[in-house]
């Protein structure tokens, strides 16, 4: 099925307890992704994400604001290279928040 809903309204219509929803929003205080996406909009997500039925996985960037909005959820940090053009990028951590326990080895990620 393809949709063309605003995040929270998708969340809603596919809720089950059989369901493994990935939400990757724009990255909390950086620039380029042409849309609002205010911090009530994180709050949002992270309430979504503690009373749905089904399993969620979110990627922030690993700010102090995302660590408080989604306080409470699993987190696990992930560091990461970003690179555009070529060029040799530079060292940046991203959260990886889940609204479950996953089993998995965090330091291959």
């Not at 309204?9 to 809720?15: E, L, V």
């Amino acid at each position: 099925t393809i949709e063309h809903l605003d995040w929270k309204a998708c969340i809603t219509r596919y809720d089950r307890p059989d369901t493994l929803f990935y939400l990757d929003p724009p990255y909390w205080q950086t620039q380029g992704y042409g849309v609002p996406f205010g911090l009530e909009e994180y709050y949002a997500m992270a309430e979504l994400a503690r009373r749905c039925q089904g399993q969620m996985i979110i990627s922030v960037n690993d700010h102090p604001d995302m660590r408080r909005v989604f306080e409470g959820l699993e987190m696990i940090a992930v560091n990461t290279t970003y690179s555009v053009g070529g060029n040799n990028g530079h060292k940046a951590s991203e959260l990886v928040i889940c609204n479950f326990r996953p089993e998995v080895d965090a330091s291959r990620l």
